[in-house]
């Protein structure tokens, strides 16, 4: 059974950094395009950055210049360095992987950016 696992969610200042993991297990013979996601109270679920199984990372304006994605393919992992955290960032950051040709979610971490 596949699962991801997200980690790093937190409680952060403005201003402040945070980053975020989320490992994939389970029967994997196939990793495409990995990503975060995220929701904030009474709004929809947004995407927030993309990374290929190739590399090339594709990035919400809202955040370009502040986040940071990559993945480690030999730990099955995808990374959001997330610095000049604003309070505007605050949601539930969410992991989405395609695995063996099917698109995966994870629980979801909490982020919260507040003095």
């Known amino acids: 059974q596949v699962q991801l696992v997200e980690s790093g969610g937190g409680l952060v200042q403005p201003g402040g950094s945070l980053r975020l993991s989320c490992a994939a297990s389970?029967?994997?013979?196939?990793?495409?395009?990995m990503g975060w996601y995220r929701q904030a109270p009474g709004k929809q679920r947004e995407l927030v950055a993309t990374?290929?199984?190739?590399?090339?990372?594709n990035y919400a304006n809202s955040v370009k210049g502040r986040f940071t994605i990559s993945r480690d393919n030999a730990k099955k992992t995808v990374y959001l360095q997330m610095n000049s955290l604003k309070p505007e960032d605050t949601a539930v950051y969410y992991c989405?992987?395609?695995?063996?040709?099917?698109?995966?979610w994870g629980q979801g971490t909490q982020v919260t950016v507040s003095s």
């Open positions: 989405n992987a395609n695995i063996n040709l099917v698109p995966f």
């Open positions: 990374i290929t199984d190739g590399g090339s990372t």
């Open positions: 389970g029967s994997i013979f196939r990793i495409g395009a």
